[in-house]
């Protein structure tokens, strides 16, 4: 690809020169007005931000619309494209959206498109960059709802198309389509090599796999204790989202970071600040958020810090070895094998809270050999590591897409 001067695209394949040409929606497309009739058609599809046209049952885990009357409802069939008013942050004027799945139905709200004359993949393309967002927003009306794009249906037909000749465009669609390709195959891995840890540490908590020593022998039977044998219980003390600061002098952790931040074991502290009051870390910490406004269950993560002297915000509780052991595998162990057992001493309704005192009582089975329980830690924390690079090789390829996306565009 060659870079290009403006009124083109920024990138260009080197086989073509033409100016695209300009049309309108409506030169391309015409609204599918179709209503579903004696319920001839029971499947529900939603057009989601993130998701695309999804099955409504699969989407929210139940129907929303009420089956037993969906006369009204719009028909969709395959191909056909479909715009949601409903804005979002990962959709700011809505999302536009071919349906890949068959023949259902959709709420009136939507508009519904039946595209011709174009290549439907590079039009699916043209429709996620934010070319066209522009427009939306210059055309539409202030309207009752502040999540929902007021606009006016012949203004929407207006709308401006950019097109490349045929060729073109199958060549900028086939392109895009590779790279898809290329962050599906990404998704697919981190899936699979998820799936692949969660089934090895049921296995090996469970015992039914055990390691050996380096010299080859077996290790020691695994010993049952009290979580309160083994941990101590520390409170972590106060520190706001006030008094965090980029350039803090003192790197710090929030006890919501442990939800939306860190995995099992924390390798890059994120935080900081000027402040030094507070508990402190040592090295071999495991830090368990206190309260939520959801369930139990989410204040059953364990997070392993192995550095000192941060700062542990408030509404965390800091479990501390009372000997030598290796708290990576705890994190791990604790997290998977034991969250049930954590979570069900969840106490309150509308804030959820978790303290040591709560479940300092829990059995725990595990090696008595600090080398079993190292050997443990090192082999998950390799399969994390595998995780994250493929996460990190999605994230780049999704990143890449999006540039692409804005520059073969115009």
Request: charged share 25%.
């Amino acid at each position: 690809m060659s870079e290009v001067t403006s009124n083109f695209p920024q990138l260009r394949f080197p086989d073509f020169d033409d100016k695209w040409e300009e049309k309108r929606l409506s030169d391309i497309a015409e609204k599918s007005n179709v209503k579903n009739r004696d319920n001839e058609v029971s499947s529900v599809f939603t057009n989601s931000a993130t998701k695309g046209v999804v099955n409504q049952r699969d989407f929210f885990d139940k129907d929303i619309a009420n089956q037993n009357n969906l006369d009204g409802y719009y028909i969709i069939n395959h191909d056909n494209f479909v715009y949601n008013p409903r804005i979002s942050f990962s959709a700011p004027v809505g999302p536009l959206n071919r349906n890949h799945l068959g023949t259902g139905v959709m709420s009136p709200l939507y508009t519904i498109l039946k595209i011709n004359n174009v290549s439907l993949d590079f039009i699916e393309r043209y429709f996620k960059t934010t070319k066209w967002h522009r427009y939306m927003n210059n055309i539409a009306n202030i309207g009752a709802r502040h999540d929902r794009m007021n606009i006016i249906s012949s203004d929407f037909m207006k709308m401006p198309i950019p097109l490349p000749k045929d060729e073109e465009q199958q060549k900028i669609a086939a392109s895009l389509a590779a790279v898809d390709n290329k962050i599906e195959q990404l998704s697919k891995k981190q899936a699979l090599l998820s799936e692949y840890k969660k089934g090895l540490m049921q296995q090996i908590f469970s015992q039914a796999i055990r390691f050996q020593a380096d010299d080859g022998c077996d290790f020691p039977d695994w010993e049952e204790k009290k979580l309160g044998d083994l941990f101590s219980g520390i409170k972590g003390r106060g520190l706001s989202k006030g008094d965090i600061t980029i350039d803090g002098l003192n790197k710090c952790i929030l006890y919501g970071e442990l939800y939306t931040t860190y995995p099992e074991v924390i390798k890059n502290i994120v935080s900081r600040t000027n402040s030094d009051d507070g508990v402190k870390s040592q090295a071999g910490d495991l830090l368990v958020p206190c309260s939520t406004t959801t369930t139990g269950i989410d204040l059953a993560d364990v997070t392993a810090i192995n550095e000192d002297n941060v700062l542990l915000g408030g509404d965390m509780s800091i479990l501390r070895l009372k000997k030598d052991g290796d708290s990576i595998f705890f994190a791990y162990y604790l997290t998977h094998y034991k969250k049930f057992d954590l979570a069900k001493y969840g106490q309150g309704s509308t804030i959820v809270h978790l303290y040591y005192s709560h479940f300092k009582k829990i059995d725990l089975k595990f090696p008595s050999s600090v080398e079993e329980q190292t050997k443990i830690a090192n082999f998950l924390s390799s399969i994390d590591n595998k995780i994250e690079q493929v996460g990190k090789q999605l994230d780049e390829s999704k990143q890449f897409k999006k540039a692409l996306l804005q520059q073969m565009f115009v």
